[in-house]
């Protein structure tokens, strides 16, 4: 499911405002994470979301 603040071109509506949730702005992409296309980034953040769910 896509983060509810994203716009229909998946852009963050809340980029660069106080609201925006801390852990949005601690994460920095890198090369390895977003990969050759948003196929990859994705992939990549549900392996991370499944590591980090609440047990």
Do not use: K
Not at 33 to 52: F, I, K, P, S, Y
């Amino acid at each position: 499911m896509p983060c509810p603040h994203l716009d229909a071109a998946l852009r963050c509506q809340l980029f660069g405002r106080p609201e925006r949730p801390a852990v949005c702005a601690s994460l920095q992409p890198h090369a390895d994470m977003c990969g050759g296309d948003r196929a990859h980034a994705l992939r990549w953040l549900a392996r991370l979301e499944h590591a980090t769910a609440p047990t």
